[in-house]
């Protein structure tokens, strides 16, 4: 019989010099501040930047939360990735309701987001509703590197407790089912894997209408792949678990 280690899928190796193109996206444990835009390049919660003032839920008529704000225009770090010509790249999610249950796309116009697909549940609701306007925090990147695509079980498992493993660029790192993108809806064409919301990180959180605190969760240990098209501006989100 073959070690644990030796059961690990080589199939799923990846191309040497694509991989570690990408980042991890670190939110500190930070206070939030209610209303305005931190100093920091990239962010988290808060208002949407640029024109656009708000994207509203399809399914609960909650504001989306702005989960991660990278500012591609003022980071040559990220243009380099090759995945948005927007000068911001918006990752949004409902904090109230399963919208990403299935596969959503948001699509930024001048003023404006259009939001196609996602759960269209009844009921919708998992929490009574939030606090608004969204606390934001500022965010860090760390550039990928070898550790990021464990070669075996244990250097997996390894990774595994470093979770959440947020991430801008690069490719998920288990399973060749993952390289398999969505469609745009607009184009119809396959988009490109642009990163990760993974599960909980205690350090985004936003209060519900109740004043209690929730924290990011995407699901037990799962995560929200995000693919773009640079085309037609979008970004389509798709639940892995
Ligand atoms: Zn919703
Ligand atoms: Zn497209």
Redesign the pocket.
């Given at each position: 019989m073959s070690s644990s280690e030796d059961d690990f899928d080589e199939s799923d190796a990846f191309p040497e010099d694509y991989r570690l193109k990408g980042y991890r996206i670190v939110v500190p444990q930070e206070e939030g501040i209610v209303g305005l835009r931190p100093d920091s390049l990239h962010s988290s919660g808060g208002e949407l930047a640029g024109n656009i003032k708000e994207a509203i839920c399809p399914n609960c008529g909650t504001p989306l939360f702005p989960v991660f704000k990278l500012n591609f225009a003022a980071d040559a770090r990220l243009q380099s990735l090759n995945l948005w010509e927007g000068d911001f790249l918006q990752l949004l999610r409902c904090f109230v309701c399963f919208l990403e249950h299935y596969v959503y796309w948001t699509y930024f116009k001048e003023d404006s987001v259009e939001i196609i697909g996602g759960c269209r549940s009844e009921p919708p609701h998992i929490l009574p509703g939030v606090q608004l306007p969204y606390l934001c925090r500022p965010i860090q990147l760390t550039e990928l590197t070898e550790c990021d695509y464990p070669s075996s079980e244990k250097l997996l498992a390894a990774l595994d407790q470093k979770r959440p493993l947020h991430q801008i660029g690069g490719l998920p790192f288990r399973g060749k089912y993952m390289f398999v993108s969505p469609n745009?809806a607009?184009?119809d064409?396959p988009m490109q894997f642009a990163g990760v919301i993974d599960d909980e990180d205690y350090n985004v959180y936003c209060y519900d209408s109740e004043g209690f605190y929730c924290t990011l969760i995407i699901g037990d240990l799962d995560s929200l792949y995000f693919y773009t098209?640079k085309?037609?501006m979008?970004i389509a989100f798709k639940f892995i678990y």
């Open positions: 745009c607009k184009c064409q098209c085309a037609c979008g």
